[in-house]
Structures are given as C-alpha cells and as structure tokens.
C-alpha cells in the first residue's frame, strides 16, 4: 500500500461508510428480484441501490476506485482498489434469512489489505487490516489456534447435484459426503461472507468455497489471513484473485481438509466422467 495511505484511517471510513447503510440494508429483507443475471442468480433493487450509494460515498471519501458486483469497475490487480459486493447472500435476504450482509474489501495490486464484512441482520461487524488483528463490532478477537476437524463445524457451498459448471454437483457431494465422516457438523449458510467470517472469528473451523468472484471473497479472505487461519484454493495453492475456489480455516482444520479434498481428485473428472 501507498506509505501516505493509514490502513487503519481507510479502515474506520469505510466502516462508517457501512455503518451509514445498515438502516437501509434491514428495511429492505424481502425485496424480490430485480435483474435477472442468469440460472439461479439474481439482484434485487436494493443491490443496485447500495453499490451506487457505497461506490461514490468511498470514492469522495477516499479518492480510491471501486470494482462493485452489479456494475464492474476498474481492474482488480492494478494499484489500490476497492471490491465491493452490496449484498452477499441474494437468495437469502430476499427470502428473509437473516444469513446475508456487505463484504468490502481494499486490493493492494490485486492483494487485500482491509477486508469488512457487514451482518446487519445478525448484528455482527468484522473487519480486519491485513497483519491483524481481526475485529468485531470493533474489539479484537483472539487469534486462531490449531484445531482439529473432528471438533469443529465447516462451513460449505452450495450443492446442486446436477450443475455441471467448474466444480460439478457429483463432487461437491462428494465432497460433502466425506467431510461428513470426521467434521463435527457440516453448515451451508448461502453466504460465502459468512462463512468466511464465522471461519475467521473461530465459530467455523473452516469452509469449503466452490466461488470464484473477488467480491465474494476478497473481504473474508483478508479476515482470515488477520486472524491467524490459512487460505488456499482447494487445491492447495495459495489464493490469489485469480483463484477459482477457497479453502480456508484454523490451522490444522485447513490442513485435514485439504487432505480429504487431496483424496478425492481433480474436481473436473467428474464432469468429464459424467460426458463419456
């Protein structure tokens, strides 16, 4: 980051900048749709209205670009720019579920340096600088520890058993399947900002992502880097912007599930199983 740029000052003005929408954001639990974005996606009125209200709040109050879901932006691996997803969690807050909130996020050359997550909802804040420490509702929270699969919950996306797009439905099930045999519990909130700050503040020990929009991720991927945890893709490599999934979680969880992740196979044979 640019040494004239106080990570902590952009931090505290972009949560303010949250903060200001939070009445908003709970008025509007069960707008329907609006743009229909493609199979089993869509934004409602209220995603259009947030991003336009946060994208130009951040940019007079920081002089710094920002790259929203609904309307693009400039280039994410190109110097200081915002991400921004105005609501994580569609599917849910338009039905009601109180799973859904803002995720924010500040790329240093396509690396997050702040990363905010927003649940209005469910009265929780995160927000974190790169080094630490993670913060909720403003007040640090203990760095993770190692911790094992067997006494923790996990966090997972979605599972359609019949997609066929890049991490078909058939091993997402798999993957399911065997998380199920040493996880705790297995939890698919709808949310990947929520299980990414639940896995950061330690109440998830880890979450399997299949995602692979920056505005998804980028914020709850710098929560979990500031809180101590570990972050790949599922395959292990360590996540850029780039990257087409997420592995996150406490050290140790991490590590056992990229094992059982490491024993199922490249995700892509099993559509190309499926096609023969």
Not at 10 to 28: C, M, Q
Not at 93 to 112: K, M
Request: avoid cysteine; charged fraction near 20%.
């Amino acid at each position: 980051m640019s040494p004239n740029r106080d990570p902590q000052e952009l931090l505290a003005v972009a949560g303010e900048l949250l903060d200001g929408v939070h009445d908003r954001f709970v008025a509007g639990v069960g707008s329907p749709s609006a743009v229909h974005k493609g199979p089993d996606d869509f934004a409602t009125a209220l995603d259009l209205e947030l991003e336009k209200r946060l994208t130009g709040e951040l940019q007079d109050r920081t002089g710094i670009a920002v790259h929203g879901e609904e309307f693009g932006g400039p280039d994410l691996d190109a110097g200081l720019v915002w991400v921004l997803d105005p609501i994580d969690g569609t599917f849910n807050y338009s039905a009601g579920l109180p799973t859904a909130g803002t995720l924010l996020a500040l790329l240093d050359d396509g690396v997050p340096v702040l990363g905010l997550t927003w649940l209005p909802l469910v009265g929780r804040r995160y927000a974190a600088v790169a080094d630490g420490p993670l913060l909720e509702g403003g007040l640090p929270l203990p760095r993770l520890t190692e911790t094992s699969l067997a006494s923790s919950i996990v966090g997972m996306g979605a599972l359609n058993i019949d997609s066929r797009g890049r991490i078909p439905g058939p091993y997402r099930l798999q993957v399911l399947a065997q998380l199920s045999r040493v996880s705790s519990r297995i939890r698919i909130h709808g949310s990947t900002g929520v299980d990414l700050a639940f896995t950061a503040a330690g109440i998830l020990g880890g979450t399997v992502v299949f995602g692979h929009n920056a505005w998804d991720n980028a914020a709850g991927v710098a929560l979990v880097r500031a809180a101590g945890g570990v972050v790949t893709d599922l395959a292990g490599q360590p996540w850029t912007i780039a990257s087409d999934s997420v592995l996150a979680g406490a050290p140790g969880v991490h590590g056992e599930i990229l094992d059982i992740l490491g024993s199922l196979g490249d995700p892509r044979a099993e559509l190309s199983e499926g096609l023969t």
